[in-house]
């Protein structure tokens, strides 16, 4: 495409940046579902931007912050020199509107701190006691990023090495709970019982995930057992000595990286390893219903269908979590199948995968999922697999785990409404009016109607102090609103389950270390299993003689069936004491604080939401470039600048810049900024041109969902150009013009390693220019562009494209076609015209998963490797050389970075449809996939 039809769509790229973290204009939408009136709650020392409705939320963590300040303050040794600051959202879903970072965020992020300004971003998710752990994990992060900056400083030393990621995460999950809980013994024991607790040199395979986590986690408490907690800390203090994190810490414990290795498996191999003469590994107890590399949770056991009884589960499907069922053919084979797809688009945008429960009555799936911008409560017909009806609630933000009456009219839920608060709610399904059973800062969660009583079980933690893990089982009484705890101690039972005959339920509890299945009845608890991972999420049968729980075993969640144990297990009789049930945590009303409004206040910030780079207008990248932020990311200052004179006589003819500023606050977001851009460019088929161009552009954007959205811009601008071929000067030029462009685009793809694995994505712009002086510079664009992706197995995917360029006006606007991107097998740029069409067919499937040479001097492993086959068929027209359809066809060999841009060899052919080329060129290609 030429350059001057570019300048108004990049404009608006460098104007205007949509939020998407994938080729625009593709990608997913960060959608701003409500303003917010931003205040400042001012401790000592911090500094915690809220909103009005979760001032009471506030006014409880300000104290525990301010004390987390100090005691991280003596550790580390070190005062700030200012305010830390720390954003609180009163949900997830107003926490993944941010737009302090870029990205979109995950559901699975419980909070981050971004490197630039030190921001601390946490979003309530209606547990008090996760609040603080992820407000103490995050803040040792600021933390040690602190130190690092300011011993460096001290000794001299401008690198900006970190130690790597385990250590970092490691660190930040000891220092946040000293404590190790049941949950990350579960992962280092199995992890260790599989031979899957990889060494600290082949930790990176695992770089980035939960299992990461815990494993850093155990190595740094296992230093700080040995060694002391200073030595963790040292080593910040000894960051400066190396460039190396592994002789850094062999001066701070005399010890590298090899040697605590070995000393940390022999520590955790002693630790474990007794386990096995007590403990069972799950399939030594229960019958295994899902594959293996599979992901299943919170299962739902339904009804009795040709002698078997399905079950229901959150599954991954794709990266997404979908509900699929699981059932038994005639021959007893396994079948899996997606019974409701999540993630793909705005109806149901994703469904929880570890918060809430499913439930079926009857043929009556019941679920929570979000629906734009908030949860919405689905009843689903399961034999139809249709939506029955959904609910959701303006002042609720999140629901979670529904449970259906029996006579299928009521829903209970536990919801996080606008102020923060977690309670207990019944949806009267024929009217759906709404009836709050609690009200209070305690957490409620995981409720279950009884089969034959006006009862509803819970998980509760009211008895304990306030920012406690601990929960117990409830019974709340619907006639009278009455609440009975059912079980004691101090541990964490969860998950309670009724059994069909309404005597009797299942929980999930850690009071032996370790999560297990107890079965409650007539005030007894039997312990149900004794394992070595870790079981939760039990629901029965219908028959009441089984159950279905979810499973840890193998570094992977599984379901698992298991026989129910009257009698044999160890009988724990409970004594049941009264529990507190204050209506608010404690407030920090006589704590020293003040509150202010939010006043604007720019920083330097170079985590932007991004900056127009394109491969032909060079001159927008050239130079300098600076972004301007303030401390929410919802205002934004672009400044670019550079220059192309060779001598200060041209320094300002020659001069490329620009100043925009972008308003992300609302979900309608808009830019406006000015320009002066210089260029030369053009070719032998629109002669080669000096262009001089300054004016204004405005840029607006609204997102209809995450998954689609429309964009426009005007561009007011003055234009100078000079035209020539060779020796040939055919004058100047100059015009005032005005371009607009509108733009309709939708995403809902899925991606794996190397593109996109399933979905369609496509965007069709139209763009008019007004030649107010009438010197030649008007023109019409159309565009579009359609992809579609056809899962053909979990690692085998068709990619389809097509792609449609047209042009019509007095101004030259073409288009090309030829390349590696787009028309392989011919040279790039080889085809010019005024309209373009192109068809892509390729199927991509893995080769390699990973080589590993084994060298004298070491291992040498490539990452992944894939193929291809692939078809293209194009033609130009409406210019000088038109073409009829051609085609190419050939294979790829692509070595995949992940996520990153692959590296790719194409050997292709080429055809007019009579003949074949009989050389096969071979084309180098780096970039991302269509």
């Given at each position: 495409?030429?350059?001057?039809?570019?300048?108004?769509?990049?404009?608006?790229?460098?104007?205007?940046?949509?939020?998407?973290?994938?080729?625009?204009?593709?990608?997913?939408?960060?959608?701003?579902?409500?303003?917010?009136?931003?205040?400042?709650?001012?401790?000592?020392?911090?500094?915690?931007?809220?909103?009005?409705?979760?001032?009471?939320?506030?006014?409880?963590?300000?104290?525990?912050?301010?004390?987390?300040?100090?005691?991280?303050?003596?550790?580390?040794?070190?005062?700030?020199?200012?305010?830390?600051?720390?954003?609180?959202?009163?949900?997830?879903?107003?926490?993944?509107?941010?737009?302090?970072?870029?990205?979109?965020?995950?559901?699975?992020?419980?909070?981050?701190?971004?490197?630039?300004?030190?921001?601390?971003?946490?979003?309530?998710t209606g547990a008090y006691s996760d609040?603080?752990?992820?407000?103490?994990?995050?803040?040792?992060?600021?933390?040690?990023?602190?130190?690092?900056?300011?011993?460096?400083?001290?000794?001299?030393?401008?690198?900006?090495?970190?130690?790597?990621?385990?250590?970092?995460?490691?660190?930040?999950?000891?220092?946040?709970?000293?404590?190790?809980?049941?949950?990350?013994?579960?992962?280092?024991?199995?992890?260790?019982?599989?031979?899957?607790?990889?060494?600290?040199?082949?930790?990176?395979?695992?770089?980035?995930?939960?299992?990461?986590?815990?494993?850093?986690?155990?190595?740094?408490?296992?230093?700080?057992?040995?060694?002391?907690?200073?030595?963790?800390?040292?080593?910040?203090?000894?960051?400066?000595?190396?460039?190396?994190?592994?002789?850094?810490?062999?001066?701070?414990?005399?010890?590298?990286?090899d040697e605590l290795d070995d000393a940390?498996?022999?520590?955790?191999?002693?630790?474990?390893?007794?386990?096995?003469?007590?403990?069972?590994?799950?399939?030594?107890?229960?019958?295994?219903?899902?594959?293996?590399?599979?992901?299943?949770?919170?299962?739902?056991?339904?009804?009795?269908?040709?002698?078997?009884?399905?079950?229901?589960?959150?599954?991954?499907?794709?990266?997404?979590?979908?509900?699929?069922?699981?059932?038994?053919?005639?021959?007893?084979?396994?079948?899996?199948?997606?019974?409701?797809?999540?993630?793909?688009?705005?109806?149901?945008?994703?469904?929880?995968?570890?918060?809430?429960?499913?439930?079926?009555?009857?043929?009556?799936?019941?679920?929570?999922?979000?629906?734009?911008?908030?949860?919405?409560?689905?009843?689903?017909?399961?034999?139809?697999?249709?939506?029955?009806?959904?609910?959701?609630?303006?002042?609720?933000?999140?629901?979670?785990?529904?449970?259906?009456?029996?006579?299928?009219?009521?829903?209970?839920?536990?919801?996080?409404?606008?102020?923060?608060?977690?309670?207990?709610?019944?949806?009267?399904?024929?009217?759906?009016?709404?009836?709050?059973?609690?009200?209070?800062?305690?957490?409620?969660?995981?409720?279950?109607?009884?089969?034959?009583?006006?009862?509803?079980?819970?998980?509760?933690?009211?008895?304990?102090?306030?920012?406690?893990?601990?929960?117990?089982?409830?019974?709340?009484?619907?006639?009278?609103?009455?609440?009975?705890?059912?079980?004691?101690?101090?541990?964490?039972?969860?998950?309670?389950?009724?059994?069909?005959?309404?005597?009797?339920?299942?929980?999930?509890?850690d009071r032996d270390g370790t999560s297990?299945?107890?079965?409650?009845?007539?005030?007894?608890?039997?312990?149900?299993?004794?394992?070595?991972?870790?079981?939760?999420?039990?629901?029965?049968?219908?028959?009441?003689?089984?159950?279905?729980?979810?499973?840890?075993?193998?570094?992977?969640?599984?379901?698992?069936?298991?026989?129910?144990?009257?009698?044999?297990?160890?009988?724990?009789?409970?004594?049941?004491?009264?529990?507190?049930?204050?209506?608010?945590?404690?407030?920090?009303?006589?704590?020293?604080?003040?509150?202010?409004?939010?006043?604007?206040?720019?920083?330097?910030?170079?985590?932007?939401?991004?900056?127009?780079?394109?491969?032909?207008?060079?001159?927008?990248?050239?130079?300098?470039?600076?972004?301007?932020?303030?401390?929410?990311?919802?205002?934004?200052?672009?400044?670019?600048?550079?220059?192309?004179?060779?001598?200060?006589?041209?320094?300002?003819?020659?001069?490329?810049?620009?100043?925009?500023?972008?308003?992300?606050?609302?979900?309608?977001?808009?830019?406006?900024?000015?320009?002066?851009?210089?260029?030369?460019?053009?070719?032998?088929?629109?002669?080669?041109?000096?262009?001089?161009?300054?004016?204004?552009?405005?840029?607006?954007?609204?997102?209809?969902?995450?998954?689609?959205?429309?964009?426009?811009?005007?561009?007011?601008?003055?234009?100078?150009?000079?035209?020539?071929?060779?020796?040939?000067?055919?004058?100047?030029?100059?015009?005032?013009?005005?371009?607009?462009?509108?733009?309709?685009?939708?995403?809902?793809?899925?991606?794996?390693?190397?593109?996109?694995?399933?979905?369609?994505?496509?965007?069709?712009?139209?763009?008019?220019?007004?030649?107010?002086?009438?010197?030649?510079?008007?023109?019409?664009?159309?565009?579009?562009?359609?992809?579609?992706?056809?899962?053909?197995?979990?690692?085998?995917?068709?990619?389809?494209?097509?792609?449609?360029?047209?042009?019509?006006?007095?101004?030259?606007?073409?288009?090309?076609?030829?390349?590696?991107?787009?028309?392989?097998?011919?040279?790039?740029?080889?085809?010019?015209?005024?309209?373009?069409?192109?068809?892509?067919?390729?199927?991509?499937?893995?080769?390699?998963?990973?080589?590993?040479?084994?060298?004298?001097?070491?291992?040498?492993?490539?990452?992944?490797?894939?193929?291809?086959?692939?078809?293209?068929?194009?033609?130009?027209?409406?210019?000088?050389?038109?073409?009829?359809?051609?085609?190419?066809?050939?294979?790829?060999?692509?070595?995949?970075?992940?996520?990153?841009?692959?590296?790719?060899?194409?050997?292709?052919?080429?055809?007019?449809?009579?003949?074949?080329?009989?050389?096969?060129?071979?084309?180098?290609?780096?970039?991302?996939?269509?």
């Amino acid at each position: 495409m030429k350059k001057l039809l570019l300048l108004p769509t990049l404009l608006v790229l460098i104007l205007f940046p949509t939020g998407s973290d994938a080729q625009y204009p593709f990608g997913k939408n960060k959608v701003i579902y409500s303003n917010k009136d931003w205040k400042v709650l001012q401790t000592p020392h911090v500094d915690i931007y809220h909103y009005p409705s979760e001032r009471n939320l506030v006014l409880s963590v300000a104290p525990a912050v301010e004390r987390t300040y100090e005691e991280y303050s003596e550790l580390f040794g070190l005062e700030f020199e200012e305010r830390v600051p720390v954003v609180l959202f009163s949900s997830h879903y107003d926490f993944q509107q941010t737009n302090i970072i870029p990205q979109l965020i995950s559901e699975y992020t419980g909070g981050f701190t971004d490197l630039m300004k030190g921001r601390i971003a946490i979003p309530f998710t209606g547990a008090y006691s996760d609040l603080l752990h992820v407000l103490r994990h995050e803040m040792v992060h600021a933390f040690m990023l602190e130190k690092i900056r300011l011993v460096m400083a001290e000794h001299n030393k401008f690198s900006l090495n970190h130690p790597p990621l385990w250590f970092i995460e490691g660190v930040a999950e000891y220092i946040a709970s000293p404590e190790a809980n049941a949950q990350s013994h579960m992962y280092i024991r199995d992890a260790l019982m599989h031979g899957k607790l990889l060494s600290l040199r082949n930790i990176w395979r695992i770089e980035g995930t939960f299992m990461m986590y815990k494993h850093g986690e155990a190595v740094v408490r296992y230093i700080a057992t040995n060694f002391g907690k200073e030595a963790v800390i040292q080593v910040f203090e000894n960051w400066w000595m190396a460039n190396k994190f592994s002789i850094v810490l062999k001066k701070t414990i005399n010890m590298d990286i090899d040697e605590l290795d070995d000393a940390f498996m022999r520590s955790v191999k002693r630790r474990h390893y007794p386990a096995i003469l007590e403990a069972s590994f799950v399939p030594d107890i229960g019958r295994q219903l899902t594959e293996p590399q599979t992901f299943h949770f919170r299962p739902a056991v339904g009804p009795a269908k040709e002698e078997s009884h399905p079950v229901y589960a959150l599954c991954a499907s794709d990266g997404v979590i979908d509900i699929c069922s699981i059932s038994r053919d005639k021959d007893g084979k396994l079948k899996h199948k997606s019974v409701i797809k999540g993630g793909r688009s705005s109806s149901i945008e994703s469904i929880p995968a570890f918060r809430s429960k499913i439930e079926i009555a009857g043929d009556t799936l019941v679920f929570a999922a979000k629906s734009r911008g908030r949860d919405a409560l689905f009843l689903w017909d399961l034999d139809r697999n249709t939506k029955i009806l959904s609910l959701s609630f303006d002042h609720l933000s999140m629901i979670s785990s529904p449970t259906i009456s029996p006579e299928r009219e009521r829903v209970v839920f536990n919801a996080i409404d606008t102020t923060g608060m977690k309670d207990l709610y019944l949806c009267h399904l024929p009217d759906g009016s709404l009836e709050r059973l609690t009200s209070d800062f305690y957490v409620e969660e995981d409720p279950d109607f009884n089969p034959l009583r006006e009862v509803v079980l819970f998980a509760s933690d009211r008895f304990a102090s306030q920012g406690s893990n601990l929960r117990r089982i409830y019974a709340l009484d619907l006639a009278s609103g009455a609440i009975r705890p059912l079980t004691s101690g101090e541990q964490k039972d969860i998950e309670p389950e009724w059994a069909p005959d309404g005597k009797s339920f299942l929980f999930t509890s850690d009071r032996d270390g370790t999560s297990n299945i107890y079965l409650y009845r007539d005030g007894v608890v039997s312990k149900q299993t004794n394992v070595l991972g870790g079981l939760s999420a039990p629901s029965f049968s219908p028959g009441g003689d089984r159950y279905v729980a979810g499973a840890y075993y193998n570094g992977e969640f599984h379901l698992f069936e298991l026989p129910l144990k009257e009698g044999f297990a160890r009988p724990e009789t409970v004594v049941a004491s009264a529990d507190s049930t204050t209506a608010s945590w404690e407030l920090a009303n006589d704590f020293p604080f003040t509150t202010k409004d939010y006043k604007l206040k720019l920083g330097l910030d170079f985590v932007g939401t991004g900056i127009a780079l394109d491969p032909e207008f060079g001159e927008l990248g050239n130079g300098g470039q600076l972004v301007l932020t303030d401390m929410l990311g919802n205002h934004q200052f672009y400044i670019f600048f550079g220059n192309t004179s060779e001598g200060l006589d041209e320094f300002w003819k020659r001069l490329n810049g620009g100043i925009s500023y972008v308003n992300l606050s609302h979900r309608l977001n808009y830019s406006i900024g000015v320009f002066h851009l210089t260029s030369f460019f053009g070719d032998f088929f629109t002669l080669f041109r000096s262009e001089r161009r300054y004016g204004v552009a405005l840029g607006a954007s609204y997102p209809f969902s995450k998954f689609s959205r429309v964009d426009g811009s005007l561009v007011l601008r003055r234009v100078e150009r000079e035209s020539d071929f060779g020796t040939f000067e055919f004058g100047t030029k100059r015009s005032t013009l005005a371009t607009t462009f509108f733009t309709y685009a939708t995403d809902n793809t899925l991606w794996t390693i190397g593109g996109p694995l399933t979905g369609t994505r496509y965007y069709a712009t139209v763009g008019h220019t007004i030649d107010f002086e009438g010197k030649g510079f008007a023109s019409t664009t159309f565009l579009w562009d359609v992809r579609k992706y056809f899962k053909i197995t979990r690692r085998i995917v068709l990619a389809e494209r097509f792609v449609n360029r047209n042009s019509w006006g007095s101004d030259l606007q073409l288009f090309y076609l030829g390349g590696p991107w787009d028309f392989r097998g011919y040279d790039f740029r080889r085809f010019v015209g005024r309209s373009t069409y192109l068809f892509n067919s390729e199927l991509r499937f893995p080769l390699v998963d990973r080589l590993s040479l084994r060298l004298p001097f070491g291992l040498i492993e490539t990452p992944m490797i894939r193929g291809s086959i692939f078809f293209d068929v194009g033609k130009v027209s409406r210019y000088v050389l038109d073409t009829d359809w051609l085609g190419s066809f050939g294979a790829g060999v692509e070595l995949n970075l992940g996520f990153a841009p692959v590296i790719r060899l194409n050997f292709t052919r080429t055809t007019d449809f009579s003949t074949i080329s009989k050389d096969t060129d071979v084309e180098f290609f780096i970039g991302l996939n269509y």
